[in-house]
Every structure is written in structure tokens, then in C-alpha cells.
């Protein structure tokens, strides 16, 4: 028992806490940067004002992370974000494909309580600020109401990812809020007063069958006229979610003071949107419908962005620069919502894609202001045209891990944020984050303290690609059909599939490459031919004449003609795709290039299990997974599959890095193939199946004495990381066994890397 006499007054418990990096804001880009610098061996304090952590992500509010990939709905191939935001997918992806929220909680904190340099200070909100003079940061104070605890934080190095930037904001950073005239960065797209400066912010509502029917009573602060609202849309009771989109509000108001304000009013559009539902007599379907859980904070999507080193603008997205500074990449399209949202007047929003990938320089993630600030999220340095697709979740948890490791190196090297600018400094970031999993569009990681680089590396075989056999559905010809295919420069393809014709008719045939080596949008058509077809079915072959002048994916093209079908193929394999003509649909505005507004064609991958290749022959045969492909420093699908992939026929496919000399081997990395082109939304979507068809699942690895010295079973993740500290490996040779994923899918590796420390 505890008791205490009559004090004339009691002080709160204080804390001191000190750590190398303090990470302010527990959403997935919080997370993620923390992590990164944790594992990069710095001490971190994670300090984050919610229960949970996930931010946007979270329980609280369940929005799905997402990123490049958009849903697949674009031309971004290959594009989902790698790292420990790709990890936390595929971990997510396994363990809760049917996107529970409050498991996806429980998978991120364990992430986080994972690593032992990470101090997590949940329910805890930064108050106050204390600086080292005009530009550099000494401590930090805040409080958890929870413990009644103050705490005081100091660190060398800070990084505010809070949303809306309160120690940036505390600090005296340079900041904007809302958008910029059109003029200052000759942006088209920044919008006029009518469409408003800012997007709303939004609340979700999940609802459950009951087993008889249920009645609503709506509180009295429902919005009671809610079919009279703009933009008030129908309601499918099978979605849940992402189709709530339009449910906004606040645009006119300010994104950060009036946050509250703008909660009661979108729960009063929620409440009387499940009033309309379940009492206008419209919606019959819903008798047996209760309303199960209703965002209890609003999801933000813009307030305030602090001034770095370059701002991201709308020109760098639509021309995809290239930056010297590159550190990571977006792929969202320019997302702009009307800041009236609901009660907007406005045209329907419209996404406008780049033709591909954009890289994202470091100079947006440092401060201008204070020396010793990291900016992190959707507060990184960027105009408000540029921010509206750089602000998800995907592409702002890999920025953050560039903040993670450029933290760690910092601590490490005596350095600055802004000493990593350019120079040797940044090149070592970069090749650091490549080796963490960190894809940068165009850089290729020359690792010299790989042992890898100077061994021999052979196979047992390597796949020669010539056919797939023509063992699966008939496709029809409903819609244009792209099979995708790697091809060397110097070479004219020649393609034969089985088809099948209603009647009488033709079959236009076309091969097309991208402008850009690194897109995959399809846009240069090379030639066309047309194949007469008579009723029935029948192999075809198109012999192209055209050689190809550059290596890189050629696409060949089946035009649309419903008389016809063709024939799929059950294999698949790394670095092959079929894709499909899309139709336009409300939010898809179309492709931006070189700053006009043209036609845009949508090709895009049918979602597993659909999306079976072709059939096909081909020649000459695809000799591009070779095992020397693991060396190039890219670890998935990019201008080539960038893979070895054995032959399906070899039933026990090995690997064999030889060396003249022992080798002692601390650590190896290893990256698989987890289909990077699946977006693996981390809530409300479910997925058919939680383990990438194309990932090796076993393998064993062999000393020169051919002693097994690891074996892994059941592996679902990309990047297999073993640690051989405290027993280092000592040898000549390792051999590597794996076991195919499938009987239709080849055994795939993008990376095997040797390290003595």
C-alpha cells in the first residue's frame, strides 16, 4: 500500500533520456527510419503521440500503405518500395493477407521492439524546444500523459516525421503551408482559389453482416441532409475503405489548428451518410448491416512542408530528373483533391501519371535552417503540386530510411546532414542503402567489400528461355494484351503463339519499346503486322524485321479482337509479365510528358491468380539469367530481370562461389524474388494467397567440404540476412542448393553477397 501525507505541491516524474538520433512521429515513416538507423548500430528514441504505432496506417485510422506500385493501376512495373518497408509488407503480407488492422498493429510494434538501440515512447507528445544557438537543436521536452512522465531528450541528430512538423515547426524552420502560386515554379497544375490550396482530411467506417436486421438511430449531431452534399456518391455495402475516399473535409481551414474542428464535422457526415444508408429507404441490402467502427481521428493528407535544400516540384516528377543526390524514388501519380472535398462543386479530382518512376534527391530530406534536422514524411521539401504524390506512405517510408541510415553514418563519420550533399559521403549513403534493399532508379551498387565480387560464380544451369508451354486458359482478345519480354540489342524477335478465331479475321500483331529505358510505358511502336486467321485454331508466328537497337523489355502487342482468344501458359518466371489495356476511369487523368497532357495508354498486370503469360515460343531463346546477373547491384526487374533463374528442368538447382583463396565469411545477404510488382496493401484489401509465388521457400548452403553450415525452411521474405559472427566461416567454396518454388515456377536469385564484417 501507498499512501502519502498533505504536500503543499507534487512535481510530475522527469526523465532524461539520451540517444545518438531521436525520430519524432511513430507512422510508418517514423518507423521505418528508426529501424534503419537502429540496425545501422546508433541508439534511437522513437517518441510518437498515439497508442499505437502506424500513424495513418494504423488501427486508429486504416488506411492501406501504398506507394509507386498504385494499386496497379499504372504503368510503374516492378515498383514496389524496398527495404524495411518492404519488409514490413511481405511480414504483413504473410501473416494477415486478409488486411486486419489491429494485427497489422501488433506486427509493427514487434518490429520496432525488435531492436534493442530503439527506445519507443508511445502516448508521448513533443511540447518544447531547446536550440544551440540559432541553427542547431540541443533537446527536446515532452509528455506522456499515460505515465504523467516529462521527459527530456538529448541527441546529436533529429528527425521530425510528425505530420505536421512540430519540432520543425518549434525549431524555426522554414516552412509553407498550402500552394504555391503557379509562377514561382512554373508549375501548371498548381491550383486557383476555386479548387483551393490544401486537400481535406478523412474518416473511415467499417461495417459487419449481423445475423438478423438492426435499426439506427443516428446521434443528434449526424448531418441529416446528407443526399443533398455535392459530392455525396452511392454506396456498395460489399466495399469497405478505399472506396470512402470522397468522405473529406477541411481544405479551407487550417490543416493543423483545426484539426478537431474538422473531425466533428467529418463524423457528422459519417454518421448521417450510415443514417441515409440504413434509413432513406434506398438501400435494402443493408437491413442486416450494423456499423462496426468509425475513425475516431481524421487521416491528414497535407499541412505543413519545411524548406531543405531543393524542392521536389512538379517539373522533376513529370520529366523524371536525374539527380546526382538521388536517395530514393516516387511514383504516385500528382493527386490533387478539391479543398471543399465533400461539398465541393468542383470536377471530379483526377490523378496525372508520369510516364515512370522519379527520383527524389537527398536535399529534400535536410533542413535548409537548422544543421542537425532530418525531415521525414509528408513534411519533406516539396511544393504542393509535387508533395500530392510524394505524400504516401510507401514513398515517404523510403525516404525516411535514407534519414535512418544517413543519421547512422553522420554519428559514425563525425559528420552533418548537410556534408552528405554530394561527394564521398553521399556515394557511401547511397551504396549503403542499396545494400539494405533500397532501390534508386539508375544506380547500380560496386560493392568492394563484397568477397563476391572476385569469386567464381557457376551454376548448375541457367535458364534459356524458349518457350512457355501453352498449358492454361484461353485469354479472349476483349482488350489489347502486352506480353513483356527482355530482349539484347541486336537482335529481331520472332513469336509464335496458339490462337483460336471465331470466324474469319485479323490479327494485328505489334512490337513497341518505352522512350526511356527505366519506364514501362509502351508508348514507340517498332512494327506492325497483321496475320490473316481463318476459323479455329491455329499456331501463329510473327517474324519482326526490325533489330533492336538498345537492351531492354520489348512489348509485344495482341490488338483487341473479340473473335479471337489466345493461349496461357501455367509457368511463370522472374522478369515476365502480361499486361492489359485499361480504360480510363474517373481518377486517371492521364500521362504527363515533357509538360503537356496527352492520351495515355494504361497497361497493367491482372492481379494473382490471373495474369498468366502467354504461350509462346521465341526466338533466338533468352539467355538473360545467367548467373552473373546477381552481380550488377540491382535487386529486381528494372531495364532487364536483373536475376539468375535456373532451368525447371534441373531438378536440384545449385550455385557455386568459388575463391583461390579461404575466404573468412562473417555475413551473407541474399535477396528473392517477393514479386515487386504486387502493391501488398497493408489493410482492407485481401490477398488470394501470403506467400509470393516466385520466392524460394528452401535452400541449404555448403561448406568446400560440402558440410551444410545453414539451411533455411519455409523462408516467405526478400532479403535472407545470416549472421556467421561468432563462428565465422573459413573456406574456399560455398555451394548454395535451393528447391524451385513450384513445379511451374523456376528458382530465383536477384543478389548473393559475402561480407567478412
Not at 486504416?62 to 512495373?77: C, D, K
Request: hydrophobic share 35%; charged share 25%.
Amino acid at each position: 500500500m501507498l499512501r502519502e501525507s498533505f504536500q503543499q505541491k507534487r512535481e510530475l516524474k522527469a526523465r532524461d533520456i539520451k540517444g545518438d538520433l531521436v525520430v519524432i512521429g511513430g507512422g510508418m515513416s517514423g518507423i521505418c527510419c528508426a529501424i534503419t538507423a537502429a540496425r545501422a548500430g546508433i541508439r534511437v528514441v522513437l517518441i510518437h503521440d498515439r497508442p499505437v504505432l502506424g500513424g495513418n496506417a494504423s488501427s486508429e485510422v486504416r488506411l492501406w500503405v501504398q506507394g509507386a506500385t498504385t494499386h496497379m493501376s499504372n504503368n510503374n512495373r516492378w515498383a514496389r518500395e524496398g527495404g524495411v518497408i518492404n519488409e514490413i509488407l511481405v511480414e504483413n503480407h504473410f501473416r494477415n493477407s486478409d488486411g486486419n488492422s489491429i494485427i497489422f498493429d501488433t506486427i509493427l510494434l514487434e518490429k520496432v521492439l525488435a531492436e534493442t538501440n530503439i527506445t519507443l515512447l508511445l502516448n508521448t507528445s513533443v511540447y518544447e524546444l531547446k536550440k544551440d544557438g540559432e541553427d542547431k537543436i540541443k533537446s527536446l521536452k515532452a509528455f506522456c500523459g499515460q505515465n504523467a512522465t516529462f521527459y527530456k531528450i538529448d541527441a546529436s541528430f533529429y528527425c521530425d516525421s510528425s505530420g505536421d512538423g512540430i519540432v520543425a515547426y518549434l525549431s524555426g524552420a522554414s516552412f509553407r503551408m498550402g500552394a504555391e502560386p503557379k509562377e514561382e515554379f512554373d508549375e501548371d497544375f498548381a491550383p486557383d482559389a476555386s479548387f483551393g490550396e490544401l486537400p481535406g482530411h478523412s474518416i473511415y467506417f467499417y461495417t459487419r453482416k449481423t445475423s438478423k436486421p438492426t435499426t439506427f438511430v443516428a446521434p443528434a449531431f449526424a448531418n441529416k441532409n446528407i443526399d443533398k452534399i455535392p459530392r455525396f456518391k452511392s454506396f456498395d455495402i460489399n466495399e469497405k475503405g478505399f472506396k470512402l475516399w470522397w468522405i473529406e473535409y477541411g481544405g479551407r481551414l487550417d490543416a493543423v489548428q483545426d484539426t478537431e474542428t474538422i473531425k466533428w464535422e467529418l463524423w457528422k457526415i459519417v454518421f448521417g451518410v450510415w443514417d441515409y444508408i440504413k434509413n432513406s429507404g434506398k438501400y435494402p441490402e443493408a437491413e442486416c448491416l450494423t456499423l462496426d467502427w468509425v475513425g475516431s481521428i481524421s487521416g491528414k493528407m497535407e499541412s505543413r512542408r519545411f524548406e531543405g535544400l531543393y524542392m521536389l516540384n512538379q517539373h522533376d516528377i513529370i520529366n523524371q530528373t536525374n539527380f546526382p543526390d538521388a536517395v530514393s524514388y516516387g511514383g504516385w501519380p500528382i493527386d490533387l483533391h478539391p479543398s471543399d472535398g465533400i461539398y465541393s462543386n468542383s470536377p471530379k479530382y483526377c490523378q496525372w501519371h508520369s510516364a515512370g518512376l522519379y527520383q527524389i534527391p537527398y536535399r529534400s530530406l535536410v533542413s535548409k535552417d537548422i544543421k542537425n534536422l532530418f525531415l521525414a514524411g509528408r513534411i519533406i521539401s516539396a511544393t504542393h503540386v509535387a508533395s500530392s504524390s510524394i505524400r504516401v506512405m510507401g514513398t515517404c517510408s523510403q525516404n525516411a530510411q535514407v534519414v535512418g541510415m544517413a543519421a547512422a553514418l553522420c554519428k559514425k563519420n563525425n559528420a552533418m546532414p548537410h556534408d552528405f550533399v554530394g561527394g564521398p559521403n553521399l556515394k557511401r549513403l547511397q551504396k549503403e542503402l542499396v545494400k539494405t534493399g533500397q532501390y534508386i532508379p539508375g544506380l547500380q551498387l560496386g560493392d568492394t567489400l563484397d568477397l563476391c565480387a572476385n569469386c567464381d560464380i557457376t551454376a548448375s544451369s541457367s535458364l534459356a528461355l524458349a518457350e512457355l508451354p501453352a498449358d492454361g486458359p484461353w485469354l479472349k482478345l476483349d482488350r489489347s494484351v502486352i506480353q513483356m519480354i527482355p530482349f539484347d540489342k541486336g537482335s529481331s524477335p520472332s513469336f509464335t503463339v496458339t490462337v483460336k478465331a471465331a470466324k474469319k479475321c485479323e490479327l494485328e500483331v505489334q512490337l513497341r519499346q518505352s522512350e526511356k529505358a527505366l519506364n514501362f510505358t509502351p508508348e514507340i511502336t517498332l512494327e506492325v503486322q497483321s496475320v490473316e486467321l481463318e476459323a479455329g485454331e491455329t499456331e501463329v508466328s510473327v517474324n519482326f524485321m526490325t533489330t533492336l537497337t538498345k537492351t531492354g523489355y520489348i512489348y509485344i502487342c495482341f490488338a483487341k479482337n473479340e473473335d479471337v482468344e489466345v493461349r496461357c501458359s501455367n509457368q511463370r518466371v522472374t522478369g515476365l509479365l502480361t499486361l492489359f489495356g485499361q480504360e480510363k476511369n474517373e481518377t486517371q487523368g492521364g500521362l504527363i510528358k515533357s509538360d503537356r497532357i496527352g492520351d495515355f495508354e494504361f497497361w497493367s498486370p491482372k492481379r494473382r491468380p490471373a495474369g498468366q503469360n502467354l504461350a509462346f515460343e521465341i526466338k533466338p531463346a533468352l539467355k538473360v539469367f545467367a548467373a552473373g546477373e546477381m552481380r550488377n547491384g540491382i535487386t529486381r526487374p528494372a531495364i532487364m530481370p536483373n536475376a539468375w533463374v535456373a532451368d525447371l528442368k534441373d531438378k536440384q538447382p545449385e550455385l557455386h562461389l568459388k575463391w583461390e583463396e579461404p575466404q573468412t565469411i562473417r555475413k551473407i545477404r541474399m535477396a528473392f524474388d517477393t514479386d515487386f510488382d504486387h502493391p501488398m496493401e497493408s489493410v482492407l484489401v485481401s490477398h488470394p494467397a501470403n506467400i509470393s509465388p516466385f520466392v524460394i521457400r528452401n535452400y541449404q548452403i555448403l561448406n568446400d567440404r560440402e558440410e551444410i553450415i545453414y539451411e533455411k525452411k519455409g523462408n516467405y521474405q526478400t532479403r535472407n540476412i545470416l549472421n556467421f559472427m561468432d563462428s565465422p566461416l573459413v573456406t574456399k567454396e560455398i555451394t548454395i542448393r535451393f528447391e524451385h518454388p513450384s513445379e511451374n515456377i523456376p528458382a530465383a536469385v536477384f543478389e548473393i553477397r559475402c561480407y567478412e564484417n
